[in-house]
T-cell receptor, first 115, second 116 residues
Framework: NAGVTQTPKFRVLKTGQSMTLLCAQD?????MYWYRQDPGMGLRLIHY???????AKGEVPDGYNVSRLKKQNFLLGLESAAPSQTSVYFC??????????????FGEGSWLTVV | AQKITQTQPGMFVQEKEAVTLDCTYD???????LFWYKQPSSGEMIFLIY??????QNATEGRYSLNFQKARKSANLVISASQLGDSAMYFC?????????????FGSGTRLLVRP
């Protein structure tokens, strides 16, 4: 069972470079999310999508762009990477609503270092 | 504003003993869900247990139970019979029914170390 798959797992970027993180889910979930995790701060929401073709800003959207052209894919882009974007990035997906059956499932994380 | 607070940055427990990880939350939405996730050193986020705000009984999943005290706005995770494999970071999170994004808001986490 693939679940939520993120690529790449690890990446080192130079300041000013651009890159795209790809998230793919095979659970037919409507909702998809991108979070970042920094030491001592838990996970913070960057952007999210409630369906194909829709995106919205989360808590820390600056410096990132997203696209959801297909239901199963959610892309996170860094146009001009900065050292402050060094972090672990998690993609997640779920059905909407409140129940244990609507658990949010996470990918394995992508470790990004900007030097 | 919705908020999750975990006041224990780190905790130790002896193998085979029980441990309680604290979580308090703040929300004005009467409909919400509370989640606990485990993050081992390998980094993945593993769902452990869920409690809905209207659930009458405390949630249990194997060795995990959630001590839900609605009036106090607390949702503590209890791990019974700790095992070495329980050493990990634990996150409490909340999802509000009135939030159309259904996003999870996370606490800062508690690092649990199980001693042999």
């Amino acid at each position: 069972n693939a679940g939520v798959t993120q690529t790449p797992k690890f990446r080192v970027l130079k300041t000013g470079q651009s890159m795209t993180l790809l998230c793919a889910q095979d659970m037919n979930h409507e909702y998809m999310y991108w979070y970042r995790q920094d030491p001592g701060m838990g996970l913070r929401l960057i952007h999210y999508s409630v369906g194909e073709g829709t995106t919205a800003k989360g808590e820390v959207p600056d410096g990132y762009n997203v696209s959801r052209l297909k239901k199963q894919n959610f892309l996170l882009g860094l146009e001009s990477a900065a050292p402050s974007q060094t972090s672990v990035y998690f993609c997640a997906s779920s059905y909407p609503g409140l129940s244990s059956g609507n658990t949010i499932y996470f990918g394995e994380g992508s470790w990004l270092t900007v030097v | 504003a919705q908020k999750i607070t975990q006041t224990q940055p780190g905790m130790f427990v002896q193998e085979k003993e029980a441990v309680t990880l604290d979580c308090t939350y703040d929300t004005s939405d009467p409909s919400y869900g509370l989640f606990w996730y485990k993050q081992p050193s390998s980094g993945e986020m593993i769902f452990l247990i869920y409690q809905g705000s209207y659930d009458q009984q405390n949630a249990t999943e194997g060795r995990y139970s959630l001590n839900f005290q609605k009036a106090r706005k607390s949702a503590n995770l209890v791990i019974s019979a700790s095992q070495l494999g329980d050493s990990a970071m634990y996150f409490c999170a909340m999802r509000e029914g009135g939030d159309s994004s259904y996003k999870l808001i996370f606490g800062s986490g508690t690092r649990l170390l199980v001693r042999p």
